[in-house]
């Protein structure tokens, strides 16, 4: 079947078998691997992405059901050369180990920034607590985001 979406700003159409994940779509069918995939279950969350502005789990939506919406992957962050202020805080603040979680807690601090800009750590906690982080015990995670809070973009990033 075939399937239309807007992926990062950019209208793309491929011919896709009906069952593919739109994280596999993705990954094997865009190259944009900055979306990890990592349980098919939604358990783990790291491969959260924004359909039409909300953050979901890509490995629990068919590419078929993201026909005709926008898709936001990780790589939208960085804007050229500058780092959105979340990837920046990740960085500053040490909020990954592995890094494989980072992706979708990247996307999910940066849909709550957008819509809380001044967020408090139990509000973090609680954005975050659809993913699984098995290495920093989400001190990091919290702290990055708080920096994150702290330094906004000089222009508006994420929408």
């Known amino acids: 079947m075939q399937v239309s979406m807007t992926v990062n700003g950019e209208r793309v159409t491929r011919e896709v078998e009906p069952r593919i994940l739109l994280v596999h779509f993705l990954r094997d069918e865009?190259?944009?691997?900055?979306?990890?995939?990592?349980?098919?279950?939604?358990?783990?969350?790291?491969?959260?992405?924004?359909?039409?502005?909300?953050?979901?789990?890509?490995?629990?939506?068919?590419?078929?059901?993201?026909?005709?919406?926008?898709?936001?992957?990780?790589?939208?962050?960085?804007?050229?050369?500058?780092?959105?202020?979340?990837?920046?805080?990740?960085?500053?603040?040490?909020?990954?180990?592995?890094?494989?979680?980072?992706?979708?807690?990247?996307?999910?601090?940066?849909?709550?920034?957008?819509?809380?800009?001044?967020?408090?750590?139990?509000?973090i906690r609680e954005a975050i607590s659809g993913q699984i982080c098995r290495c920093t015990g989400y001190e990091n995670i919290v702290r990055a985001v708080r920096w994150a809070a702290a330094h906004p973009a000089t222009q508006e990033v994420g929408s």
Do not use: Y
């Open 30 to 123: 865009l190259n944009l691997t900055g979306t990890h995939w990592g349980c098919d279950t939604s358990n783990c969350g790291t491969c959260v992405v924004w359909m039409d502005g909300v953050p979901v789990k890509s490995c629990t939506v068919l590419a078929a059901m993201a026909s005709g919406r926008e898709i936001r992957t990780v790589e939208s962050l960085e804007q050229g050369t500058q780092l959105d202020p979340v990837q920046e805080g990740f960085m500053r603040e040490h909020g990954l180990q592995c890094g494989f979680c980072t992706p979708g807690m990247m996307m999910t601090a940066r849909w709550l920034l957008d819509h809380n800009p001044d967020p408090s750590e139990a509000e």
